[in-house]
Nanobody, 123 residues
Framework: QVQLVESGGGLVQAGGSLRLSCAASGRTFSDYVIAWFRQAPGKEREWVATITWTGRSTDYVDSVKGRFTISRDKNMVYLQMNSLKPEDTAVYYC??????????????????WGQGTQVTVSS
């Protein structure tokens, strides 16, 4: 059974940084892609970034390009978030899908989800 566990959220001032971690377990993930999504209060869940398990391909929503970096090391997937803005405040989720290297950005395409970690950016 696939298990994804996020950590690293917290409260930070605008302009600050946080690194989110997603621990993936339960199977071999070589055919999987891992994504980060976020959901702010009263808003729909939004795709943030995706990485293939090989790490060769990544993609980001335009609003975080140049500020966020997704990476993988062994069974950990990270989201380094720099120059944080109040509009980045949300619950952040990692998700996994057996996509065989295809970058996927729709939440319904992902079969496995973590429980989420809260990120709050104060102005």
């Amino acid at each position: 059974q696939v298990q994804l566990v996020e950590s690293g959220g917290g409260l930070v001032q605008a302009g600050g940084s946080l690194r989110l971690s997603c621990a993936a377990s339960g199977r071999t993930f070589s055919d999987y892609v891992i994504a980060w999504f976020r959901q702010a209060p009263g808003k729909e869940r939004e795709w943030v970034a995706t990485i293939t398990w090989t790490g060769r391909s990544t993609d980001y929503v335009d609003s975080v390009k140049g500020r966020f970096t997704i990476s993988r090391d062994k069974n950990m997937v990270y989201l380094q978030m720099n120059s944080l803005k109040p509009e980045d405040t949300a619950v952040y989720y990692c998700a996994a899908d057996r996509a065989f290297g295809s970058i996927r950005i729709k939440d319904y395409e992902y079969d496995y989800w973590g429980q989420g970690t809260q990120v709050t950016v104060s102005s």
